[in-house]
């Protein structure tokens, strides 16, 4: 079966396409891509994802992304010269522009309208993956860790499966136990935005750690930072822009540092709570397989490698699995389950009270 995978994730870097093969549970990545989003489009889906908005824009957005996934779906394809009409399913992820998983009442919303994508594409499209888990009494997430379960779990070696993207998550992968998967912390999400307003948006992102490393670590920021209670909670639990947006970063402004200085700070600030996640949690870890936009962060992953320094770092490359792809790939292997009628959830990681088939239909 022939499946494309749809994610954009929390850093709003563009959408991630990643098109497979399965057969018979052996899994081939024949495409991957990321398209930018158009000039206004990240701006918009920040500003109803960081404040209070009008459901005008919601609305519009839920029905102009799909459009844009649809085009990225097109451009992958052209680019790995696969003809569309080989795909058979879609599993698209949407975007988050709202989660809150650990509260009374559990909600999540993501947006693209599936329905103008299988207009676009005449393929179906399973959608809408986290409601079902959280119905189930879960938290909505993390749902990667079923596939890093099938794709990077041993008998005998104790791993980690690490995504680096605007949050930060594991999957710890040891032998007989059950998964155990959450959210860390801050993955890029908080460097990104302070290395918009140190460039004044000339750049997105800490290219390479390069900023990070010319500046000083605030180490009683630091220490302050650590001493959130998030850190100490058991999982399951998941964090968010809401977390690590807008009033996160206006905190951090707040202590009057240099911007150079706090995008240190908030790049050790990463590492360590990764750290603090593998060694609390998952302390005879010997293999950390990472994924995700932060990987290409060279100071960040020697500070992550300086910290856990009884665990060999690699990344999901040394697996054939790009770690750009890889969420793109989970959500394709999401929609392979849900489209064969079978529970893609792991409630040992999302806390829902049974496994459940996750998304819907839209064909």
Partial sequence: MRIAGIMSGTSLDGIDVAIIDEDGGKLETLAHGTTPYPDGVRERILAVSNAECHTRELSRLNFELPELYAQAVQATCCAASLPLHSIELIGCHGQTVYHEGDTATPNTLQLGEPAVLVE???????????????????????????????????????????????????????????VIAFDTGPGNMV???????????????????TIAATAAIDQELLAQLMQDEYFSTFPPKSAGREQYGANFIDRLLGTGLPLPVLIATATAFTARSVALA???????????????????????????????????????????????????????????ETWHHRPGNLPSATGASHPVILGSITR
């Avoid at 079923?146 to 791993?159: A, K, M, N, T, Y």
């Avoid at 870890?285 to 990472?290: D, K, M, P, V």
């Avoid at 856990?308 to 929609?335: S, V, Y």
């Fill in 120 to 178: 676009r594409l005449g393929i179906p499209v399973v959608s809408n993956f986290r409601p079902r888990d959280i119905a189930a009494g879960g938290r909505g997430a993390p749902l990667v860790p079923f596939v890093d379960q099938l794709l990077f779990g041993h008998e005998s070696i104790p791993r980690v499966a690490l995504n680096l993207g605007g949050i930060a998550n594991i999957t710890v992968l040891h032998a007989g136990k059950p």
């Fill in 191 to 209: 460097v990104d935005q302070l290395t918009a307003l140190y460039t004044d948006g000339r750049q997105r992102y800490d290219a390479g750690g």
């Fill in 278 to 336: 593998v060694t609390t949690f998952a302390a005879d870890t010997r293999e950390l397989i990472a994924a995700g936009g932060g990987i290409h962060n060279a100071h960040l992953m020697a500070q992550l490698a300086a910290f856990l320094p009884g665990c060999q770092l690699m990344t999901t490359a040394a697996f054939g699995i790009d770690p750009d792809a890889k969420e793109a790939i989970a959500f394709a292997i999401l929609a392979r």
